[in-house]
């Protein structure tokens, strides 16, 4: 997939930009706080429908003092078919939303069309965060390439939420309707634990071999395991049983939205174990993996690689390693990538085997190209 051109008008703090991309590698240099990030997130948006810096609400990528936001970008799929998606945001409305001139009916429908992996200082969270971010990760994966798993997860979530405000309410659940639900979550459980079980298998070892290939030293063994209520059997019966324990505490203790993935080094749990550049190396290799799964993944097509400001925290052996293995590998299609160092980014064209690229100055919400 190639991003050929965007156009953006009052998304955060960039007001006006209309810019055209290299098919290779674009650089976004700029101080702190000037718009790079901002940059990148449009793109993201582009192919997500929403910012990569959470929240569901436009009002926040709306520029302030604004009130829409518009935009506007051209693709090329890897079989060479254009497509323009274009976007539209005014405060207190819902966005609209059109692929070639036609509006979704639903936004979901747009998932998965343009494959992106971005990758930012926010992945930490991956293994700070609680399991939650892990499920976000995994879903995120998943929902690119499988529409069964986006719509059983979808269904799931708001089953879930029926059978966790019947738990909750004063009065005696009406257990027929409670029934009803937990057949209902027992069959999108059986979807979402086929699919998160067979990326596990698929996305681990080629996580492996990327933190080897990254790591300083190599001598530290890595591993991710998926931990499932699927462990112990079907889920309808323990719903059933839960339902009593469950009527107290008033949510559902068992199901897909429990599930985490267990993140070890040397056969400990990370966050005991690793340093800050340990964890750095960790979350870069576990979103180049998802990159390198979701490229081989279904119909093989090459997603776009966002990169911001990865290189922060990393020692120069460390940054040396991922600039060799990312520009010299040809593994990765269109890189977008931002730096407040001019440095990291030279160092990246240097050791590129690709000529074609080109290099925008990012201030104060203004870009342009060097
Ligand atoms: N809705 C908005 N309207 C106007 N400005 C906004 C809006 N949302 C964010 N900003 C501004 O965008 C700036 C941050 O931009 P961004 O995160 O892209 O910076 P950056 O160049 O990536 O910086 P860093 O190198 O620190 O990551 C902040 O100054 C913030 O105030």
């Known amino acids: 997939m190639l991003l050929q051109n965007i156009s953006i008008i009052n998304y955060k703090n960039i007001e006006e930009a209309d810019l055209a991309f290299s098919q290779n590698i674009n650089c976004f240099v700029g101080k702190n706080g000037q718009g790079k990030t901002n940059l990148l997130d449009a793109v993201y948006y582009m192919s997500f429908c929403k910012s990569a810096t959470g929240g569901t609400t436009d009002s926040l990528n709306i520029r302030h003092d ?12 890897d079989n060479g078919t254009a497509g323009r998606v274009t976007c539209g945001m005014k405060r207190g409305q819902r966005k609209h939303l ?62 879930l939420k029926q059978r966790n405000a019947i738990l909750r309410a004063d009065e005696e659940p009406d257990w027929s309707i409670v029934e009803v639900l937990e057949d209902m979550m027992s069959k999108d459980a059986e979807t979402i634990y086929a699919e998160r079980k067979a990326f596990a298998e698929t996305f681990v070892p080629i996580f492996q071999e990327l933190y080897n290939a990254l790591s300083a030293d190599g001598k530290e063994t890595v591993n991710i395991s998926l931990k499932s209520h699927a462990e112990r059997g079907p889920l309808k019966p323990l719903l059933k049983e839960g339902r009593q324990k469950e009527r107290i505490v008033g949510y559902t203790l068992h199901g897909p939205h429990k599930d985490d993935l267990e993140l070890f080094v040397n056969d400990f749990p990370i966050k005991r174990e690793a340093s800050q550049g340990q964890q750095k190396t960790y ?66 064209l240097a050791s590129s085997s690709k000529t074609d690229y080109k290099l925008f100055n990012v201030a104060n919400g203004i870009i342009t190209e060097q």
């Open 98 to 159: 059109k692929i070639n001139g036609k509006e979704y009916k639903r936004i979901a429908e747009h998932v998965g069309k343009i494959p992106l992996v971005m990758i930012s200082p926010i992945d930490s969270l991956l293994i700070t965060g609680g399991s939650e971010e892990r499920r976000r990760f995994m879903n995120q994966v998943i929902a690119q390439y499988s529409p069964a798993y986006l719509a059983a997860a979808m269904h799931y979530d708001r089953m």
């Open 66 to 77: 604004a009130d829409f936001a518009m935009l506007q970008a051209d693709f090329l799929d």
């Open 283 to 348: 979350f870069l290799s576990m979103k180049l993996a998802q990159y390198l799964y979701l490229r081989d993944k279904g119909d093989k097509r090459q997603p776009i690689l966002l990169l911001d400001d990865i290189f922060d925290k990393l020692d120069a052996d460390r940054v040396a390693k991922i600039v060799d293995y990312v520009s010299g590998n040809n593994a990765f299609g269109q890189i977008f990538i931002s730096d407040t160092n001019r440095e990291h980014i030279d160092a990246l």
